[in-house]
């Protein structure tokens, strides 16, 4: 018998949501340690360009000098033991848990191992690992670690992922995106006059094939792309936070923009890391 009452609206979960995400960040981490397993020992390796090992002796006379513990200062794997074997098996090890995650399998045990090694690395791998990509790794994934139960590695496990995380996430992919408007205000006019797309596409970092045809584009094109730039940078952001038509517009928006940043160059996996919040 009806009630006049309106049925109820079945209570959120994210179970796909959670599903997703782990799934195109294990495909981050898998590129991020197959990288370090072809590059590693050529740049930071005992014969390298750096060696690690010369610079984490300097920085362990530093911390030493100061009876601080340069592990507790600088984190890594790398303090209990350093070679070209175990950097090289390090990366592999990442890889192959990396495409575990992949497979649909993940807990905060492998996302914490992803995450400390990844950060093992980072912090032993001096200008070579010191773009901004590799923080926003370690920021993406140690929010992952949470996201997932702490043992069941079941793609979709009974409990759900906790809500607070999925809104860091927000936030994350807020201060990403607003930040890079910002400092593209702040940092050179050609943003504010429409005019960096003039000569962006031959001089950014590896162009690929349609940069070529991009480049040619007529000035009113190139203009667009600043503003369309400006506008999913600087305004679309905000709408992370309003309901969920408006989040559901703007991370689409947010995404596709991500893609055209991918087609139209490359700057490694900064894009494809980008669209996990």
Not at 43 to 51: E, K, Q, R, V, Y
Not at 196 to 224: I, V
């Amino acid at each position: 018998m009806s009630t006049g009452e309106a049925p109820r609206r079945p209570a959120d979960t994210w179970y796909l949501t959670r599903f997703l995400l782990l799934r195109w960040l294990g495909f981050v981490y898998a590129v991020a340690f197959l990288i370090a397993a072809r590059q590693i020992v050529p740049l930071i390796g005992d014969h390298g360009l750096t060696p690690a090992s010369e610079w984490m002796a300097m920085v362990r006379d530093y911390f030493q000098h100061q009876g601080a513990s340069p592990f507790w200062k600088v984190p890594s794997l790398f303090w209990f033991g350093l070679s070209d074997r175990l950097l090289v098996v390090g990366a592999w090890t990442g890889f192959a848990l990396s495409l575990v995650v992949v497979a649909g399998y993940a807990n905060s045990i492998i996302m914490l191992v992803l995450w400390a090694g990844y950060m093992s690395y980072v912090h032993i791998g001096q200008i070579w690992y010191s773009y901004g990509w590799e923080i926003q790794t370690l920021e993406t994934g140690f929010l992952a670690i949470f996201l997932c139960p702490l043992l069941d590695p079941r793609p979709f496990s009974r409990r759900p992922p906790p809500i607070v995380i999925l809104w860091l996430y927000r936030w994350l992919g807020f201060r990403i995106m607003l930040g890079a408007g910002l400092i593209k205000m702040r940092g050179d006019p050609c943003w504010r006059d429409l005019t960096c797309l003039y000569y962006h596409y031959q001089t950014q970092p590896l162009p690929n094939p349609l940069s070529r045809y991009l480049e040619f584009a007529p000035h009113w094109f190139q203009k667009f792309g600043v503003l369309w730039n400006d506008f999913i940078e600087l305004i679309v952001p905000w709408f992370c936070f309003w309901p969920r038509p408006c989040r559901r517009v703007a991370g689409l928006l947010m995404i596709s923009f991500q893609f055209i940043l991918i087609a139209s160059g490359n700057l490694a996996f900064l894009n494809w890391l980008t669209i996990v919040p």
